[in-house]
Structures are given as structure tokens and as C-alpha cells.
């Protein structure tokens, strides 16, 4: 990993990070730690080859079942459904006894597709010199100069579970919806 970063360093000399913020991520912690250190933040627009050749793009990712799971939970936590739920599932949406596992029954590819601005890791990950998980934001952020202290930063946006967990039947559907995002984050975690 760390040669990796040093590759991309020496390739890109004197240029900045930014990063690219991946849906229920951690993006909002990441964001509030940048901020301290003035690292350019791009929000949830894909990085382009435009961006790639002005800085180092870097994005931190998440295992997928986790991360739709929680992005589920999040939307299912607010008012009212936006534009783009699934209007067939809006029954599901406003009985907030509906559980999240009879939800992942009823939602189908084609839906999830449409969720803005959550889209795959493929597509996040799309111009991205470094991705790394949560676990490697310190080396990372360390490796480039950069110095916080951990402590003064606490994790935020998490959603809350008020629909419950998935169950093993629920998880199974997501990695085969997922499978190739599930690919790509096992090829970094496995680094």
C-alpha cells in the first residue's frame, strides 16, 4: 500500500489530494478531519481525468453489504421518500413497522440503480488514483504531511437502525446484486 502511495506521489510530484466522497462511506467524518487540514474535498461528484490530472484523487471505501444496509436505513430514517424511491416500495416507506429485510425482498436491481447519489464502488472508484478503507485514513493522511489528532474528531451521519439489520437471506441478495463492488473491495482490503 504504502509503495503504492509512494508511486503515485513520485508520479504526481507537488500535486494536492482531494478527495472524492463515496456514499456512506464515512465521508462526513473524513470531510470534517479534511476540513482541519485543508484538503480539497470534491463531495459526491465522480472524480473525472480532468480532476486526476490537477491532483491525487484518493476515496475511502466500504464493504458493500454494510454500506447498502446502511444507506437503506438512512433513507428509510427521513420524512418523506425523495424523487428517485421506487414508488412501488413507498408503502414500505411510510409503515415504518415494514422491516428492512421484507424491504431487500421487494427492491430490485433496476431500483437500486436509480438511488442518487449512491451508485456502486465501480463508479466511485472511477478516476481514482488511491482508494483506501477507513482503517488506512491516518497512514494515509500522515504519509502525504498531514498531522491530527484523532480524538478531536468523532464519527457522525451514522444512520440508525430503525428498521433493523439484514438478515443472512437479505445479505446473500445484496452481495449477488454487488458482486462486482464486493471484487473490488476485497482487492483492498486484501493489500
Not at 438511488?115 to 463508479?123: A, I, Q, S
Not at 482503517?135 to 451521519?157: A, M, Q, S, V
Amino acid at each position: 500500500m504504502i509503495y503504492h502511495w509512494k508511486k503515485i506521489k513520485e508520479e504526481k510530484k507537488g500535486l494536492k489530494l482531494v478527495f472524492i466522497h463515496t456514499p456512506k462511506c464515512g465521508g462526513s467524518y473524513v470531510n470534517s478531519i479534511l476540513r482541519y487540514v485543508r484538503i480539497k474535498r470534491n463531495g459526491h461528484l465522480q472524480a473525472t481525468k480532468e480532476l486526476q490530472e490537477k491532483y491525487i484523487t484518493f476515496t475511502v471505501i466500504r464493504e458493500p453489504v454494510e454500506r447498502f444496509e446502511s444507506f437503506l436505513n438512512y433513507r428509510l430514517g427521513e420524512i418523506t421518500p425523495r424523487s428517485d424511491w421506487p414508488e412501488y416500495l413507498n408503502h414500505a416507506f411510510m409503515n415504518k413497522s415494514i422491516r428492512l429485510n421484507e424491504i431487500i425482498k421487494l427492491i430490485q436491481k433496476k431500483d437500486i440503480e436509480q438511488l442518487h447519489p449512491f451508485k456502486t464502488l465501480e463508479y466511485w472508484t472511477e478516476n481514482i488514483d488511491i482508494i483506501i478503507t477507513m482503517n488506512d485514513l491516518r497512514p494515509l493522511l500522515t504519509y502525504f504531511g498531514y498531522r491530527y489528532n484523532n480524538r478531536r474528531f468523532k464519527r457522525c451521519n451514522i444512520s440508525k437502525k430503525n428498521r433493523g439489520s439484514l438478515n443472512e437471506e437479505s445479505k446473500e441478495k445484496v452481495k449477488e446484486i454487488f458482486i462486482d463492488d464486493l471484487k473490488l473491495y476485497n482487492q483492498f482490503i486484501l493489500k
